[in-house]
């Protein structure tokens, strides 16, 4: 059974810093490229970042210079280094691993930038 599980989400003020991490089973970690999307509330989901097999990373312009993704094979993990944040980035931020046409998606985490 494959699962993925974010967590480090919370209340952070603008101008903050956090750390997603979304750890996953049930699939061969390093054979699959690994993506953010985050969902605000009354908004579509949209694509964040993405980091592939071999560590080649982008990043949707919104976030580009403040936030980092990165992964660890040996931990069956990925993380999602948020700098500088702006209320703007409050939003349910899920983790998703691809291969070819399979896709397989986190419950997500909160994220609320908030003074």
């Not at 603008?14 to 750890?23: D, K, Q, V």
């Not at 970690?29 to 605000?40: D, G, K, L, T």
């Not at 097999?53 to 993704?69: C, E, L, M, P, Q």
Request: aromatic letters at 10%; one cysteine or more; glycine letters at 8%.
């Amino acid at each position: 059974q494959v699962q993925l599980v974010e967590s480090g989400g919370g209340l952070v003020q603008p101008g903050g810093s956090l750390r997603l991490s979304c750890a996953a089973s049930g699939i061969t970690f390093s054979s699959y490229a690994m993506r953010w999307y985050r969902q605000a509330p009354g908004r579509e989901r949209e694509f964040v970042a993405h980091i592939t097999t071999y560590d080649t990373t982008n990043y949707a312009d919104s976030v580009k210079g403040r936030f980092t993704i990165s992964r660890d094979n040996a931990k069956n993990t990925v993380y999602l280094q948020m700098n500088s944040l702006k209320p703007e980035d409050t939003a349910v931020y899920s983790c998703v691993a691809v291969r070819n046409s399979l896709s397989y998606w986190g419950k997500g985490t909160l994220v609320t930038v908030s003074s």
